[in-house]
């Protein structure tokens, strides 16, 4: 069974600073999806960023990119120039493509605290 | 263009009563999935539902079962509640295409069991 790992349970960030959040995976499929997923106080889970495991290239959406290391089974999220509406719990995920395909996993998240 | 759509925002059970959640996917969709959410934890997958028929299962007891309507709204039933049923439900509508898209979920239903 796939299982996902986030190693930080909280996290903080100055306004207008950079963030990592890390997230690590472990699976025997070659090929899956990886996702980060934002949960605000308002519960609704809002998909951040999406990573196709064929693909070499890190996925970016605005301020939000990713590092994606296959290899290590690694797949963190970087916030640029964080702002106060990016505080919130950040669920990293993963789909594979077999049988179990279907389903999301998902880490126990990261809280970020976004300092003014 | 809607988003998904779930219903009651809120609910106050008692032991060993039932309960039905409702979702409406989002545009489009035709494949629903629901999750449960303790607090503090990440989401636990529960079932999907595409066509009608359930397509895959986590590890979860038949108290829970679930429906899904020609409209490919569904629902989610748990029989005989227990006090550890006390969590956020999250559903989350996608379509089941040739390369299978991303879950987008709705704002789910907080079920408290007293």
């Known amino acids: 069974a796939q299982t996902v790992t986030q190693s930080q349970p909280e996290m903080s960030v100055q306004e207008a600073e950079t963030v990592t959040l890390s997230c690590t995976y472990d699976?025997?499929?070659?090929?899956?999806?990886l996702f980060w997923y934002k949960q605000p106080p308002s519960r609704q889970m809002i998909l951040v960023i999406r990573q196709e495991a064929y693909k070499q290239q890190n996925a970016t959406e605005n301020r939000f990119s990713v590092n994606f290391q296959k290899a290590a089974k690694s797949f963190s999220l970087k916030i640029s120039d964080s702002q106060l509406g990016d505080a919130a719990m950040y669920f990293c995920a993963y789909r594979g493509t077999g049988n179990a395909g279907n389903m999301l996993t998902f880490g126990g998240g990261t809280r970020l605290m976004v300092k003014p | 263009d809607a988003g998904v759509t779930q219903s009651p925002t809120h609910l106050i059970k008692t032991r060993g009563q039932q309960v039905t959640l409702r979702c409406s996917p989002k545009?489009?969709?035709?494949?629903v999935s629901w999750y449960q959410q303790a607090l503090g934890q990440g989401p636990q997958f529960i079932f999907q539902?595409?066509?009608?028929?359930?397509?895959q299962r986590g590890n979860f007891p038949d108290r829970f079962s679930g429906h899904q309507f020609p409209n490919y709204s569904s629902e989610l039933n748990v029989n005989a509640l227990l006090l550890g049923d006390s969590a956020l439900y999250l559903c989350?509508?996608?379509?089941?295409?040739?390369?299978?898209?991303?879950?987008?979920f709705g704002p789910g239903t907080r079920l408290l069991v007293l």
């Open positions: 989350a509508s996608s379509f089941t295409g040739f390369f299978q898209e991303t879950q987008y």
């Open positions: 539902y595409y066509e009608e028929e359930e397509r």
């Open positions: 545009s489009g969709h035709d494949t």
């Open positions: 699976t025997s499929e070659s090929d899956y999806y």
